[in-house]
């Protein structure tokens, strides 16, 4: 199982206030963004609650029923929040929003905000670490020796578009000659209609390899050199292809 | 100090019951010193100085030698009195009996499957770290880890010593006191219980949820004491 792992003080500050109250029963919720970790977290501090979402109505009023210890994930999805019945219970809710502040306020007698993964910078570096390392495994590359450091760090769904930045850039950073082909071939396959097919689809390599060269050599005379273009040719596709 | 006597001709000592009465009686001599004083008295005088109840004294005394009621509004912290009696029989001593406000009983039920043994301390300490996650004022605690556990409904507890201390999400310094009040009980379904005192003081402080925190006490059989800069608790270690 995945380990939640911080170096936020205040993240350490909520862990002690639930290892304080781990055995007492008090109704506890964990709001916070969406992709922040808050199941990872409940499940890292009550590895033996069951869990239940708030998804799902029926689930949740059963298995208050049922048992006095239960975590409940997604709770702002709830209808009727308010005729839970949460009293001498030891329960562990995660939101993504408090829908209505009275009725938390109410219900919960600890009400804790996880920081978003954009206030949390000295977690970031290591849940990226972490990320990189599961795609690589997960996309199988021979070659792991890639700079870290260039890999963007985009935070802007925390943990998912951290995630998904990171799989994107390794899969098109480690992608061979025939793999580029491969997925020219196929995106030209589903798109290729009409009369001026070569044309509007010629910016699917002249784009990338003018900017690329463009950073790479910086000026637009060496790299007609380098190209072995004219250089109003390749100021006039400069043009064509919007590239500033 | 219980040192007066009432003896009539039948010799019978009064003193034993106006030291249990649960009004305070005060007598003093002439300069303002305590000649007696019963046990509910020692209690308010945790509360008052000595000095502002011999002026009180004063203030309502007869004109002349006897007795006099007077009715009026007094509040010493969680003291509240409808009335008092002056009375003198001689230029060398005053006395002043207070008398009780009856106390708002509680219609409340004690739901007893709902209260579940608690260290105090441990919530305590659990809602001061929640109130740090959200504050960085600075806070002093002194408490007394010997008080015994006792029975209460945690998360109505919690969520009022959550509101306690979001009343001083402000306040520039805060002093959390948490104690055993020695001597004093308060009765609960007919028992007497001792009474843990929270103290919560600053320089200031928001009184928003104030009807909440009473509301919350009051479910709990707290008592609670509400003022500018501090909120008191005194909460019945039920068993």
């Known amino acids: ?244 | 100090m219980n040192t007066t006597s009432t003896e009539s001709e039948n010799t019978i000592d009064f003193q034993s019951f106006l030291d249990w009465d649960n009004s305070p009686f005060i007598l003093f001599n002439a300069a303002g010193k305590i000649l007696y004083l019963n046990n509910a008295a020692e209690i308010l005088f945790g509360y008052v100085s000595k000095k502002e109840l011999y002026d009180l004294a004063l203030a309502y005394a007869p004109h002349d030698f006897g007795y006099t009621t007077t009715t009026l509004a007094l509040n010493y912290d969680a003291f509240t009195f409808y009335a008092i009696t002056v009375g003198y029989e001689n230029e060398d001593q005053i006395s002043i009996r207070f008398y009780n406000a009856p106390r708002i009983k509680s219609n409340v039920p004690i739901e007893r499957d709902k209260l579940v043994e608690t260290n105090i301390n441990l919530l305590l300490e659990a809602n001061i770290v929640l109130f740090k996650t959200k504050n960085s004022n600075h806070l002093q605690l002194l408490t007394d880890h010997d008080i015994p556990t006792f029975k209460i409904d945690q998360n109505k507890f919690s969520k009022l010593l959550r509101k306690t201390l979001e009343s001083f999400r402000s306040s520039d310094s805060i002093h959390i006191t948490l104690k055993l009040l020695t001597g004093e009980h308060v009765i609960i379904a007919g028992k007497k219980k001792a009474i843990a005192q929270l103290r919560v003081e600053a320089n200031g402080r928001y009184t928003d949820a104030d009807e909440e925190i009473k509301n919350i006490a009051m479910h709990c059989h707290i008592t609670h004491i509400l003022k500018e800069k501090s909120i008191k608790l005194e909460i019945p270690l039920i068993d």
């Open chain 1, 1 to 244: 199982m995945q380990q939640f792992f911080t170096k936020s003080e205040q993240v350490h500050n909520i862990i002690k206030g639930f290892n304080l109250t781990k055995t007492l029963f008090v109704s506890s919720i964990i709001i916070g963004e969406e992709h922040i970790g808050k199941k990872l977290f409940v499940k890292h501090l009550f590895p033996d609650a069951p869990v239940v979402s708030g998804e799902d109505q029926g689930a949740v009023v059963d298995a208050l029923r049922e048992y006095d210890e239960l975590i409940i994930t997604d709770f702002e999805k709830l209808r009727n929040q308010e005729s839970l019945e949460l009293d001498n219970k030891r329960i562990i809710a995660t939101a993504s929003y408090i829908g209505n502040q009275t009725i938390i306020d109410d219900m919960f007698a600890f009400i804790y905000t996880l920081p978003s993964l954009k206030e949390r910078p000295e977690d970031v570096e290591y849940i990226k670490a972490l990320f990189i390392k599961e795609a690589a495994s997960d996309l199988m590359l021979t070659n792991t020796n890639f700079d870290i450091t260039a890999i963007p760090v985009n935070l802007t769904q925390n943990t998912k578009s951290l995630k998904s930045t990171i799989y994107r850039y390794l899969m098109i950073h480690s992608m061979s000659k025939n793999e580029i082909q491969d997925a020219v071939y196929s995106y030209v396959s589903e798109k290729l209609e009409g009369n001026n097919g070569y044309k509007e689809h010629l910016a699917l390599y002249e784009k990338p390899l003018i900017e690329a060269g463009l950073k790479k050599f910086g000026s637009q005379l060496q790299l007609s050199q380098i190209l072995g273009i004219n250089r109003n040719t390749l100021r006039k596709k400069i043009h064509e292809h919007h590239i500033d």
